[in-house]
């Protein structure tokens, strides 16, 4: 079965620091992808990077990267330079081989404070 | 990317009421869609996925008679809550499927939030 764990329920950064935000999983398919979501207040789910399992390197999209490291089956996010508008949850997904299922970890609240 | 709908973003209604959510797919055509559930403070649930065309697959666990899920059209499908109960009350969300050259990518509609008395 696959599992996708989120071990901090909530995260504090100050401003224009960095953060990382942890994502282990487990699964036994060959291949499987792994993905990021932000989620406001409002409710609506925003994609921020994806890490494919044999993606050579790690996945970065303009603030955000991903610290995957397969072995220890784990995909933390980092934020660069945070801002108070990345105060969300966040959400570590799986979809795994052969799937466009999702299963989403149990999410972090990050709050940025000044 | 894809921009996705949904109708009602909030709704309440009475413990017995059927209740309608439309999730639109404005400006591609999705023959896959998603539909999931999320409670407060928790993370989303797979309910099930819709084809257009043909029967939704749901998820072990989820009423398939309670959940009601329509795909008529490659840009809408419909989830009814029938006979709704207090326990029902969560935020329902619905993705689409986009293809994409690498993986394909999920894009979530704006969520409906359903309160039954």
């Known amino acids: 079965a696959q599992k996708i764990t989120q071990t901090q329920p909530g995260m504090f950064v100050q401003e224009k620091e960095a953060v990382t935000l942890d994502c282990t999983y487990d699964?036994?398919?060959?291949?499987?992808?792994l993905f990021w979501y932000k989620q406001p207040s409002s409710g609506e789910m925003i994609f921020l990077i994806y890490?494919?399992?044999?993606?050579?390197q790690n996945a970065t999209e303009g603030r955000y990267s991903l610290n995957f490291q397969k072995a220890r089956k784990s995909a933390n996010l980092v934020i660069s330079a945070s801002q108070l508008g990345d105060s969300a949850m966040y959400f570590c997904?799986?979809?795994?081989?052969?799937?466009?299922?999702?299963?989403f970890g149990t999410g972090t609240r990050l709050q940025v404070f000044p | 990317g894809a921009v996705v709908s949904q109708h009602p973003s909030w709704v309440i209604c009475k413990s017995g009421t059927s209740v309608k959510i439309e999730c639109r797919s404005l400006?591609?055509?999705?023959?896959?869609m998603f539909w999931y559930r999320q409670f407060p403070k928790q993370s989303l649930m797979l309910m099930a996925t819709?084809?257009?065309?043909?029967?939704?697959?749901?998820e072990q666990g989820v009423e398939k008679d309670k959940f009601l899920i329509n795909h008529a059209s490659l840009t809408l499908s419909t989830l009814t809550v029938t006979s709704a109960h207090p326990e029902d009350s969560s935020f329902y969300i619905c993705?689409?499927?986009?293809?994409?050259?690498?993986?394909?990518?999920?894009?979530f509609g704006p969520g409906t939030r359903l309160t039954v008395l």
């Open positions: 993705s689409v499927l986009l293809a994409g050259v690498s993986y394909n990518e999920q894009f």
């Open positions: 997904a799986m979809r795994g081989y052969n799937t466009d299922k999702l299963i």
């Open positions: 400006d591609f055509q999705a023959t896959t």
């Open positions: 819709s084809n257009e065309g043909s029967k939704a697959t749901y």
């Open positions: 890490q494919g399992s044999y993606d050579q």
């Open positions: 699964t036994s398919d060959p291949s499987y992808g």
